[in-house]
């Protein structure tokens, strides 16, 4: 089944047969292919052929440069519902989530397209007569992208269509749980790369590897910038190695991200928030919803409502008609089983959170997720569990409210469900929620491509996507330019 389908996205037989490294869908928890994992040697040789391309590729016009990521994404349009199944099938996304991320990529090639004609510089008054300044971007080299299983394509997109309108090359480490994916996405840029006609071989690079091929990548002083998405675990261990040889990162890591749910709120809207953030991508977002933060007022008319939508939600296949597919494997359903236990000793009371389908499909981990009402903002609240398990927290006073929306290591995702713009206004000001998001009468999940994504404190700092960010893909130039016959100096010396 999955053969036929990477067959249709160009994969060839070998990529995925006959390898050192099994890979499982978390549908069933079958095998579904083998890859091979890259040596740390064939790492270098990668950074090698990269670097080279990088050479090439930052001469070529920007606007040409755009034109390849215009073709990708038109063939990404024209492969959407194969690349969205195989999604759903390595990484156990319902149908619509998996077409959802490969909408993301889509949406990000255009907006790479047309910054392809917007890399802006600056003009800047010279102090002296004669002179202008000006400040210019240009490429910055090799571009290391690490990504994490539960987005396996976006997020290699996000990075690698700003990369290469910035005129850099790319080499990904996808996630070990998800190279199927990886490979699809390479296959089909290879179909772009092919129009295109023109551009170096190498541009953009698979290196399916784990960890240990990670480091190399990020140890290597040939890649001037790593972007990593994943674990905080993870991030503690590239941030450091990348900044000990003075190269650049981007580190999106964990949330915990919080609603404040406030008494004015429309509380119809409120539930259908809580629902797809908290349920969406079975709680395997980074922007999942961990936290509900309710004013106590309210709190056992909001509780009682989200039970009754848990209720319904139906649990199964992610390619049929349900909402919450599985786990993406055992390790995940143990560390959820662990935290919910950890809750009742903390004073939690769980509702939900138990396998489902266990007879039907005995190596695959569906769960019911969980609603834990707490007696507060204690230790396993503050870690992220990256499974569907909302935690619950009543409050009296908005203040009280904001400083536990911020009272978190994490700082990725927040949001407001409230009508009274005073709160809605304080939540998005300087001393209200202390995350890279802050969103009002929306959930915490969902964000789109336009504006930068990423998170405060230990979510990494890091900024994707759209605004700006493309400026983290490039180095600034500082130029000034004399066009008079005198030389003043800066700053009025004199020096003869
Ligand atoms: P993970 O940290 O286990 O792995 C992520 C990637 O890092 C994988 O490719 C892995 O091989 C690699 N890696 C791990 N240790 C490494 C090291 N020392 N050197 C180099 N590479 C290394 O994460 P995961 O389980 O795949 O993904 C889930 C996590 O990712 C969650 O914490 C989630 O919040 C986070 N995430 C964050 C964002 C974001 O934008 N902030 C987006 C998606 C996922």
């Not at 199927?180 to 772009?192: D, G, I, K, N, R």
């Not at 203040?399 to 409230?418: M, R, W, Y």
Request: proline share 4%; glycine share 10%.
């Amino acid at each position: 089944m999955v053969g036929e389908l990477l067959k249709s996205l160009g994969v060839s037989a070998s990529a995925y047969q006959g390898g050192n490294h099994a890979v499982h869908t978390p549908i069933d928890g079958s095998q579904i292919a083998s890859v091979t994992l890259e040596s740390p040697a064939a790492v270098l040789d990668k950074v090698d052929i990269a670097h080279k391309a990088y050479l090439a590729w930052r001469d070529v016009p920007a606007p040409r440069r755009g034109e390849l990521v215009r073709l990708y994404g038109e063939v990404l349009r024209k492969h959407k519902a194969q690349l969205g199944e195989l999604i759903s099938i390595e990484a156990g996304k319902i149908t619509q989530e998996g077409l959802g991320e490969v909408q993301e990529m889509i949406d990000i090639c255009d907006f790479a397209v047309g910054l392809s004609r917007q890399l802006y510089g600056l003009t800047i008054a010279s102090e002296r007569p004669g002179h202008h300044m000006r400040e210019t971007w240009h490429p910055l080299g090799v571009v290391g992208v690490i990504s994490a299983f539960n987005f396996p394509a976006a997020v290699w997109a996000w990075n690698t269509s700003l990369a290469l309108v910035c005129g850099n090359a790319v080499i990904w480490k996808p996630s070990e749980k998800t190279p199927l994916t990886a490979l699809a996405c390479q296959a089909l840029f290879e179909v772009a790369l092919k129009q295109f006609g023109e551009a170096p071989n190498g541009l953009s690079q698979l290196l399916i590897g784990n960890r240990e091929a990670g480091e190399v990548l990020v140890d290597d002083p040939r890649v001037p910038l790593i972007s990593a998405t994943g674990s905080t675990r993870m991030g503690r261990e590239v941030g450091p190695r990348v900044a000990a040889r003075f190269g650049r990162s981007i580190l999106e890591l964990g949330g915990n991200n919080a609603m404040i749910l406030t008494p004015s709120a429309d509380l119809d809207l409120a539930v259908r928030g809580i629902l797809f953030s908290a349920v969406g991508t079975a709680g395997q977002r980074c922007t999942t919803l961990r936290r509900l933060i309710v004013h106590r007022s309210v709190k056992d008319e909001v509780v009682a409502r989200v039970k009754a939508a848990y209720s319904k939600v139906r649990i199964g296949d992610p390619r049929k008609d349900n909402l919450v597919g599985p786990l993406m494997d055992k390790q995940a359903f143990l560390a959820m089983q662990g935290a919910l236990a950890k809750a009742r000793d903390e004073g939690g009371v769980v509702f939900g959170g138990e396998r489902q389908l266990q007879d039907q499909y005995p190596n695959a981990y569906y769960v019911a997720p969980a609603i834990v009402e707490m007696p507060g903002q204690t230790e396993v609240v503050r870690h992220e569990t990256f499974a569907p398990i909302l935690y619950v927290i009543a409050y009296d006073d908005f203040e009280q409210a904001l400083q536990l929306n911020n009272e978190v290591p994490q700082g990725l995702s927040s949001c407001i469900f409230t009508t009274d713009v005073r709160e809605a206004e304080r939540f998005q000001s300087a001393s209200g929620s202390d995350c890279g998001i802050a969103n009002v009468n929306i959930g915490t999940s969902g964000a789109e491509i336009g504006g930068a994504f990423g998170g405060e404190k230990e979510t990494g700092g890091g900024r994707e996507s759209g605004s700006d960010s493309w400026k983290a893909y490039m180095r600034r130039q500082t130029n000034t330019i004399n066009y008079s016959r005198e030389l003043p100096l800066a700053q009025g010396i004199v020096f003869d």
